[in-house]
């Protein structure tokens, strides 16, 4: 006769293999945000942009093309700011460097210091969108009721595919002054 009473032991085993699971599933977590980095590089998704300047190095400009780039701006939630594109959309030939300015305006009635973080949609483009000059490369320090225009200087590459003729540049402004604070 054999009994279905769990023993100690098998209790012990469990419980390890258990905690063996949880351990695993919050490395897992940990590792996917690296890893999903890593992904969006190598196939050009999430429309991540260089987050430094890029020398200009267009092999000539492709006149037969015209791209029309858009341009977007977002406030995340908690940053006073008035932050908009001068011009909505641009008209380019591939190769060819453009300059388009932003303006920003802090509305607050205390320093604040943002940063924008770009995004290029579709996101496979992303790679073909360079900055050569650009706002979102350094921290932006307004005073209480400050404003600025900031520059973007860029061109879109000649390899961009023929199928693209549309490109929209988001940026989205963060504020960031806690973050500088604590450093």
Known sequence: ???????????????????FVVVGMFAFGFALVPLY???????????KTNDEAVAYTADGIDTSRTVTVQFITHNAKQIPW????????????????????????NQA??????????????????????????????????QADEEVEMALQFYVDVDLPKDISTLTLSYTLYDISEKIASL
Do not use: W
């Open 109 to 142: 009635t205390q320093a604040i210091v943002g940063q924008a973080v770009p995004s290029v949609s579709p996101g496979i483009a992303a790679g073909y969108f360079q900055k050569i000059e650009c706002f979102c490369f350094e921290r932006q320090p307004l």
């Open 82 to 105: 008035k932050f908009k594109p001068l011009i909505q959309q641009i008209k380019v030939h591939p190769g060819e460097q453009k300059v388009v300015k932003f303006y920003a305006k």
């Open 37 to 47: 980095d890593v992904f969006c590089d190598i196939t050009g998704l999430n429309g």
């Open 1 to 19: 006769m054999t009994s279905d009473k769990p023993t100690p032991q098998s209790h012990t085993t469990t419980v390890k293999k258990l905690m």
